[in-house]
């Protein structure tokens, strides 16, 4: 089928490359000039959402001792979370790196519709920057948990961070569904419609199988959070009760709200928010499936058995929400169903890890920065989904629920598994982002940085929440938990060393950009339709069409004695 | 449909730009369209379960024909439903393309979304005015509690649908002087006519869930 692409505006933009800065780095229509901006805003917001918790965590280990007060401190939490999962993570590894490779991996021009893909980036810009802006206003920012539970999110008096700082969380919020559900329609769109001659579905990296996966599980979560914003605005503003209870006592005063549950919000808010762990984990598994593959010099063991598996944690995923809920005052039953479903996943998660494991066999590995960071990625899959079996068992959680045993484990999985990876599509899809490699001295020191500081801030919060040490306290008095809140300290400094290589980090790609070391073509020797164009790749990506002719890791093939042959290889 | 390539910035010397076949042979806007109209009914799916959880859980509701006059939402669901089928029919003449008949059917089908809205707005004049409902106040029944879901359910699910329909009756007038004057294929009027089939499924729902059960 002939690809059919007219509308009014591209006419508009003309038929030559655009050449002045504004239409070339601001109001881009190239994907991959938007990937990057992307990854810039993400940059931005990821200094703002981790300097907040080394500001938290400074506080934790030294109380009194980093100017905060009880209010700063939940306000601190909060829009960490909400800063890190939704403007960071999502910005960096679904929009960025998705909007760079989905039309290179799978050959095409561009995304299906690129005003709109222009349109997404600067919607989520303002959404940024109220985010941002909701520091300063009067009561500060948001201080109800990343989560906005009612009645603390649905009283503007119930607490500081109630008043405008709610409000103006609410509506970043509304903007980032909105950009992230047009950036969602573009990838389905583009990934099904604009495939090149002889890319058949299963012949697609997993990149893209996880990219595809993670939109549509985007696009059938978000209006659920977008029907629980609605609700929640309205009883901010209408005065209504949807998730406020009759006899609700605020400050010695009666409310008249009456009949609405806040069981209904936690509902709402985690069919959105289980999915969303896998709208970020899995494109950061099928990143590094592709580093995997590329370093390790095979093809991807169990391909299939991937795609099924990925498909089946998608199912799943959006089915087992409850599991967050176990000590909400849900009906039990409820509780056990959620429990069983939850543990299923286990299952192809299995498979996912013996298929990523099983690519290493018997393989001469390269040891290159986006290596490590795929390796490291396994690592915190594992790390994190043992911890997730604890958490899913409806009886453990009654113990865990709510303390750093869920902190440890969400953010080895949310956090540590999608940095992993998007660090590792970042360092392996530089070259053919500015043509230039990122060095790989800083890289190699911004992993070990970053494995060692995560993991023993992560698992030892798994020992400090068995040891009884709830999340969101601003000190911890009582006696009993001393023993747990001793190690806080030692937490802390390894969270320094942890942003401290993202610093690193920073400087690598900002200095690489303009100095790094040039890059050829395929620097990597890697298999898949992206080497095939220019480093980096123009307007357009290619000049003549690219034809596949292969499966997308053709590690181990080619009769020169190469022993690797492209994707358009015959 | 132009030869053009995805990005339609140059390159229109090399040819066509060849695709693999798309699963069901749909064009990529129509794919978005359903993805988007996938996702508007999770939206308003999760409204319709918010509604049926309170509802459950309310101790007391109100019987809705007591309430509401259930002929005239007949009416309402009837005008909307006649309103599908001249979608149907203007896209069936764009298809043959009979731009006229494609305008002419575009056009009465906006008039049913309009015929709709104007009794939306009679139905909700008819809850405030007369029976004294508030977004927090349950319309006042002799021998009932006060139920402020009630009404709180009305006002949310029937807004958020009826700003469905104006946008919609938005979209149609645009497509149907586009359709005039040959500015838009088939394609664009089974776009339009493909959200206004879904604002009018979505109503059946909230007819069913919200003013029967």
Not at chain 2, 117 to 137: C, K
Request: a neutral charge; hydrophobic letters at 50%; one cysteine or more.
């Amino acid at each position: 089928m002939a690809l059919t692409h007219s509308h009014g505006t591209d006419a508009a933009h003309g038929h030559d490359h655009p050449s002045g800065f504004w239409s070339k780095y601001i109001f881009s229509f190239d994907h991959k000039v938007i990937g990057v901006q992307y990854l810039i805003l993400a940059c931005i917001m990821g200094l703002i959402g981790a300097g907040l918790s080394v500001w938290f965590r400074t506080q934790l280990a030294w109380p009194g001792k980093a100017g905060m007060s009880p209010e700063n401190y939940v306000m601190a939490v909060t829009m960490h979370g909400t800063i890190m999962i939704f403007f960071v993570v999502s910005l960096s590894l679904s929009s960025g790196l998705g909007n760079f490779c989905i039309p290179l991996q799978i050959g095409a021009r561009d995304m299906a519709y690129p005003l709109l893909n222009m349109l997404s980036f600067w919607t989520i810009v303002p959404g940024a920057a109220i985010m941002v802006a909701s520091f300063f206003v009067e009561g500060g920012g948001a201080a109800g948990g990343w989560t906005s539970y009612p009645p603390l999110s649905a009283l503007p008096k119930a607490a500081p961070g109630s008043g405008t700082g709610q409000t103006l969380w609410l509506l970043a919020m509304a903007i980032f569904v909105v950009s992230f559900t047009l950036g969602g329609l573009n990838y389905v769109a583009t990934i099904l419609n604009l495939r090149a001659r002889g890319m058949t579905l299963m012949r697609m990296p997993i990149t893209i199988w996880t990219y595809f996966i993670s939109a549509v599980l985007g696009l059938l979560s978000f209006p659920a959070l977008t029907a629980a914003a609605i609700m929640l605005l309205l009883d901010r503003h209408g005065g209504t009760s949807f998730f406020l209870p009759s006899k609700l006592i605020l400050s010695g005063q009666l409310q008249t709200n009456t009949g609405g549950t806040p069981l209904l919000f936690q509902h709402l808010f985690w069919f959105l928010g289980h999915p969303e762990v896998y709208i970020l984990v899995l494109p950061a598994v099928g990143i590094a499936f592709d580093v995997l593959a590329a370093n390790a010099r095979r093809p991807v063991m169990g391909y299939k058995a991937s795609v099924f598996a990925l498909w089946a944690i998608a199912f799943l995923g959006m089915i087992v929400w409850g599991h967050h809920m176990f000590i909400s005052g849900m009906n039990p039953y409820l509780g056990k169903y959620f429990s069983i479903s939850t543990l299923i996943i286990t299952a192809p998660f299995a498979l996912l890890g013996v298929c990523l494991l099983g690519t290493l066999w018997r393989a001469r590995i390269r040891f290159n920065t986006p290596m490590l960071f795929a390796l490291g990625l396994i690592s915190a899959v594992g790390t994190g989904g043992i911890g997730g079996l604890f958490l899913a068992t409806a009886t453990a959680d009654l113990h865990f629920h709510d303390t750093y045993f869920v902190v440890g484990h969400f953010h080895l999985m949310i956090g540590v598994t999608s940095l992993m990876g998007t660090f590792a599509g970042i360092y392996y899809w530089f070259p053919k982002m500015f043509g230039r490699t990122m060095n790989e001295t800083l890289g190699k020191l911004h992993f070990v940085g970053t494995m060692v500081g995560t993991f023993v801030v992560f698992t030892v919060q798994h020992f400090q929440g068995m040891g009884g040490m709830t999340r969101r306290y601003y000190e911890y008095v009582n006696e009993y938990v001393k023993p747990a809140a001793a190690l806080n300290p030692l937490v802390t400094i390894f969270a320094f060393i942890a942003f401290g290589s993202q610093l690193i980090f920073l400087v690598n790609f900002f200095w690489s950009m303009f100095a790094g070391a040039k890059a050829s073509k395929n620097p990597w020797e890697a298999t898949t339709l992206e080497w095939t164009a220019e480093s980096p790749a123009g307007h357009g990506n290619w000049n003549e069409p690219p034809v596949v002719r292969g499966d997308p890791y053709r590690y181990g093939e080619g009769a020169d004695g190469k022993g690797w042959k492209l994707q358009t290889d015959a | 449909m132009s030869g053009e390539a995805a990005a339609g910035h140059g390159h229109a010397a090399h040819g066509e730009w060849e695709c693999e076949p798309t699963p069901f042979k749909a064009s990529w806007p129509k794919v978005m369209m359903w993805w988007f109209l996938i996702g508007d009914a999770v939206l308003f799916g999760s409204l319709l379960v918010a509604y049926g959880f309170n509802r459950v859980a309310a101790p007391a509701w109100l019987p809705q024909d007591k309430v509401f006059s259930m002929n005239f939402i007949t009416v309402m669901t009837f005008t909307l439903i006649t309103s599908s089928a001249t979608m149907a029919t203007a896209v069936a003449a764009s298809r043959a393309g009979d731009r006229k008949n494609a305008c002419l059917f575009t056009m009465l089908t906006a008039v049913g979304g309009i015929a709709f809205l104007g009794m939306q707005v009679y139905e909700w004049w008819h809850m405030i005015g007369h029976h004294g409902a508030r977004l927090t106040v349950g319309p006042k029944l002799e021998g009932f509690p006060d139920v402020p879901a009630f009404s709180a359910y009305f006002f949310m699910i029937t807004g958020f649908h009826g700003s469905h329909v104006l946008s919609g009756v938005f979209i149609l007038l645009y497509t149907g002087f586009n359709a005039l004057r040959g500015r838009n294929g088939p394609e664009g009027v089974e776009l339009a006519g493909l959200y206004w089939h879904f604002v009018d499924l979505v109503w059946v729902f909230v007819f069913g869930t919200y003013y029967l059960i």
